[in-house]
Nanobody, 128 residues
Framework: QVQLVESGGGSVQAGGSLRLSCTAS???????????MGWFRQAPGKEREGVAA???????TYADAVKGRFTISRDNAKNTVYLQMNSLKPEDTAMYYC???????????????????WGQGTQVTVSS
């Protein structure tokens, strides 16, 4: 069992920056393997989309919309993944979700169908 808790969301003007954090609490006697981790977002009226993913060994993958502006990283010792968001745009406004056990295949990434590998989300609002 894994519990993911996001933090760092908020309101910012266009061009500003925010840093999201997601810490995983692992409840498993065997030591749950978090695997690849990622950030996804969902804007009102839109489907959830992938933002960025980071593999266990640190390899990163980004959605085209955020390349060059967002940076994902992880600290395995702390079971924490970060999303540094710079040059924010109004279209980045969404609820941002952290996910574990993300599947990464040929430059694309997908969240787990198991809701237990998802956080509750943190709101990011970018005003123009």
């Amino acid at each position: 069992q894994v519990q993911l808790v996001e933090s760092g969301g908020g309101s910012v003007q266009a061009g500003g920056s925010l840093r999201l954090s997601c810490t995983a609490s692992v409840y498993s006697q065997s030591g749950q393997y978090l695997g690849n981790m990622g950030w996804f977002r969902q804007a009102p009226g839109k489907e959830r989309e992938g933002v960025a993913a980071v593999e266990w060994v640190g390899i990163t993958t980004y959605a085209d919309a955020v390349k060059g502006r967002f940076t994902i990283s992880r600290d395995n010792a702390k079971n924490t993944v970060y999303l540094q968001m710079n040059s924010l745009k109004p279209e980045d406004t969404a609820m941002y979700y952290c996910a574990a056990a993300v599947t990464v295949i040929r430059g694309r990434f997908y969240g787990s169908p198991n809701s237990g590998y998802w956080g509750q989300g943190t709101q990011v609002t970018v005003s123009s």
